[in-house]
């Protein structure tokens, strides 16, 4: 794979800033959902707190994803600012383009991604 051009670099660096807002913006919407559930007994069937106690693990794993995902954004924005985006953390070899268009906070190329998944 050859190296980034500077305008796809450009184009995955924005698209970067705003994804990291996106998630930012949706850690702070559901922070609220991902608390513990309070839930007044007298009122509530157990029906209603099984439902509220599943809603609420909903919440949580999707506020771990998106506080993983900020992460690796945070973490491909430093690469950017350190002159070191776009190489695979394995081999160190260019991941392509397209691979980074998908999802721009790929640390890995598409070989060394594939050898990580077998081993998990």
Same mark, same amino acid.
């Given at each position: 794979?050859?190296?980034?051009?500077?305008?796809?670099?450009?184009? +995955?660096? @924005? !698209? &970067?800033?705003?994804?990291?807002?996106?998630?930012? *913006?949706?850690? /702070?919407?559901?922070?609220?959902?991902?608390?513990?559930?309070? +839930?007044? @007994? !007298? &009122?509530?069937?157990?029906?209603?707190?099984?439902? *509220?106690?599943? /809603?609420?693990?909903?919440?949580?794993?999707?506020?771990?994803?998106?506080?993983?995902? &900020?992460?690796?954004?945070?973490?491909?924005?430093? *690469?950017?600012?350190?002159?070191?985006?776009?190489?695979?953390?394995?081999?160190?070899?260019?991941?392509?383009?397209?691979?980074?268009?998908?999802?721009?906070? *790929?640390?890995?190329?598409?070989?060394?991604?594939?050898?990580?998944?077998?081993?998990?």
């Amino acid at each position: 794979m050859d190296p980034l051009k500077p305008g796809q670099l450009d184009s +995955l660096h @924005q !698209t &970067l800033l705003k994804l990291e807002k996106e998630l930012q *913006a949706q850690l /702070q919407m559901n922070k609220e959902s991902a608390d513990v559930v309070q +839930l007044d @007994q !007298t &009122l509530v069937g157990r029906v209603s707190r099984i439902d *509220a106690i599943q /809603q609420q693990s909903m919440a949580v794993s999707t506020r771990q994803k998106a506080q993983f995902k &900020l992460r690796k954004v945070k973490t491909a924005l430093q *690469a950017i600012a350190e002159d070191d985006y776009g190489y695979c953390r394995q081999c160190d070899e260019p991941i392509g383009f397209p691979r980074l268009n998908a999802q721009p906070e *790929a640390n890995l190329c598409l070989q060394c991604q594939d050898k990580a998944d077998q081993q998990t």
